[in-house]
């Protein structure tokens, strides 16, 4: 494989990447390609990668790029079409999406071009395959596949291809072709303006005419079968096919797997889904996909949202009423503590002359003992998380007792120079729920009480959902690049983690993500809002069952940590 052909194909991933909103990631050598509609994994490039498997490679990205941007999968997944229903409905909807995306992009047609040929191969050999069953349902299913390449007139190599699919067609298959032809005008109207809904209605009538299999049958749940003994051919029936054949259409799960592609119901729609993958295994996201939105400027994903409900007057009373009296206790018992002392009676450091008259008394084990050292306090030497759980669970009184808990811990440590961070965790709302990072006070910046009661207030119209591991991750990685010998991380919390569960097991990965922060010296705590999932989560954990009570919890944590 040639360095340039690489690097061109690299930036051929990038762009359909971003067009489509989807996240790449590169795998080992060899491994499936798949994609779950938000991220792609692609097999690494190496020196062995052949120039057919590149075109492959090339036509997956953008094929299924495309179906993010133009595919309906709710719609989808509501109907759940199985069997013949579901490869003949995705046939049509590969048409359409294929059509709009290299209308659109000129230079994806060549792709396109390049493919084609390898399709052909595919079927071709699906057809001569040693599997009796296979074989059987690709040639009964080849007239779809004869008529969607003769109406992919955008592709010269479809026509081409189109003659060598036609010689493979048997009798009866030729028979279910002609019946196709007065379907070619509606495809045509489909791939330039229609919906998902217009392509499988297509596909439900195709089947009743071909077929004559009951489209009702083929949706949801997959069909028993029909009785092998019991079935009659129904009217209209091609002649030659069996109730038999019915019966191997309406399951056609080995043609479905060997052509590697199916569009299974999910969140968003999962095409090729890996062998041997499992959900549990949590999809942990890159640095790049974290939105860290710091003042005064925010980011295109909290843009345009208005600030929720938050009674800031409320909030600023209270810290200036119960926070501030609180923050000077703590703050007086810290300066207290932080003060270097002298140990006394030492047999080295600095000659003490309160206690020369040591020497007086004679070769004992005391006499020497003239000495006192200066034993510098590293109370102070510490660094400080607070990380704010943003979902929409905490709206309310919640939130602003979060907030009055902000306000109380700025005004205890900022006088002792105590470097400290106020976080707040959620995820966006669009297809790839990436995790956000509200940033309300960073360390070493100087943000007033209003100033931070004002910045809570902007992220409260944005309470979304919450993966904590996430959340928990980045505050850790800020705390790693502090130089104090001390690191606390406080999280607040009202529930167990929510979002990104297409992602995996959000629970595990955060319990996973915690144990690891703890191993690495960082004192974690964990403080439930009137709930008690924290317990699950978190060796040192408290849950606060009066809000009132957050604020003294908060500056009890900071004392006993110093």
Known sequence: MKYLDVVNFEAYVAGCARNSGVTVVWDVPNSTPRTDGKTMWLPAITSKTDEEWMTRIRYFVKHEASHVVYSDFEYLNTMQPKGILAIVNNIIEDHRIDYRNDSEYKGDVEISNRFWTCYTEDISGRLHNEDEKLSEQQLMLLPIFVWDSALRNWISTASETNASMQEMLDDVGKTRLSKLDKYMDELLVIRDSGTAEHVLNLAERIIK??????????????????????????EGEPEGLSSDDVDRLLECEEL?????????????????????????DY???????????RFPVTHKAVAGHS??????????????????????KLRIKLQTASKDRYEYGLKKGKLHTGSLHRLLQGDTPSASRVFRQRKVSDTLDTAVSLLVDCSGSMSGNKY??????AGALAEALRPLNIKFNVLGFTNTIDSKENPIVWV??????????????????????CLWENSDGDGIAYAAHTLGLRKEH?????????????GRDWAGDIRSYTKSVISNVEASGVDVYGIGI?????????????????????????????????
């Open 256 to 280: 479905i797997k060997s052509m590697g592609h199916a569009h299974a119901p999910s969140r968003t729609g999962v095409h090729l889904k890996p062998k041997g993958f499992t959900y549990k």
């Open 209 to 234: 005419d071909l077929y004559d299999a009951d489209p009702e049958k083929l949706k949801g749940k997959s069909p028993s079968g029909a009785s092998k003994d019991g079935k009659s051919k129904g």
């Open 486 to 498: 001390r690191k606390v991380l406080i999280v607040l919390s009202d529930g167990s983690p929510q």
């Open 307 to 328: 600030p929720g409900y938050m009674v800031k007057h409320r909030v600023l009373d209270y810290i200036t009423s119960n926070g501030k009296p609180m923050a000077n």
């Open 283 to 293: 999809q942990i996201p890159q640095p790049a996909d974290y939105v860290i939105v």
């Open 530 to 562: 009137l709930d008690s999932n924290v317990s699950s989560f978190y060796k040192k954990h408290t849950v606060v069952s009066e809000l009132s009570e957050l604020s003294p919890t908060i500056l009890s944590i900071i004392e006993r940590s110093m």
């Open 440 to 461: 309300f006070n960073d360390f070493g910046e100087r943000v007033s009480t209003d100033t931070l009661v004002d910045r809570f207030h902007r992220a409260s119209g």
């Open 400 to 405: 602003e007792m979060a907030c009055a808990g």
